[in-house]
């Protein structure tokens, strides 16, 4: 099961950081996502990030603006988004699979991702 919270209304160039609980497993081996759905579009990859390495990736439109992490002992992770934009407004879902399903490439379409938390609404106003 998966709790995301954190979301909120906030200004162009502000912060905000969103935050997603797991129960029911350990952070052995799995890839996590974040992903958004923007009102008439498609739901999209944001970040991912391995629980066994550490390794993160990035949406070409948030790199060097969110950091994506994990914190093994409270069974979290954190997207940490910075200097928001009018255009990342959407409703921000994780999502979890175990690693190996995607071959180890952390990357991924929704489909491919098992379970995934309720969303929380990120809404930055211009």
């Known amino acids: 099961q998966l709790q995301a919270c954190g979301g909120g209304l906030v200004q162009a160039g502000g912060s905000l950081r969103l935050s997603c609980a797991a129960s029911?497993?350990?952070?052995?081996?799995?890839?996590f996502g974040w992903f958004r759905q923007a009102p008439g579009k498609e739901r999209e990859g944001v970040s991912y990030?391995?629980?066994?390495?550490?390794?993160?990736t990035y949406a070409d439109s948030v790199k060097g603006r969110f950091t994506i992490s994990s914190d093994n002992a409270k069974n979290t992770v954190y997207l940490q988004m910075n200097s928001l934009k009018p255009e990342d407004t959407a409703v921000y879902y994780c999502?979890?699979?175990?690693?190996?399903?995607?071959?180890?490439?952390?990357?991924?379409?929704?489909?491919?991702?098992?379970?995934w938390g309720q969303g929380t609404l990120v809404t930055v106003s211009s």
């Open positions: 999502a979890v699979v175990p690693y190996y399903r995607l071959g180890y490439i952390l990357t991924g379409t929704p489909d491919k991702f098992d379970y």
């Open positions: 029911g497993f350990t952070f052995d081996d799995y890839a």
């Open positions: 990030i391995s629980t066994s390495d550490g390794i993160t």
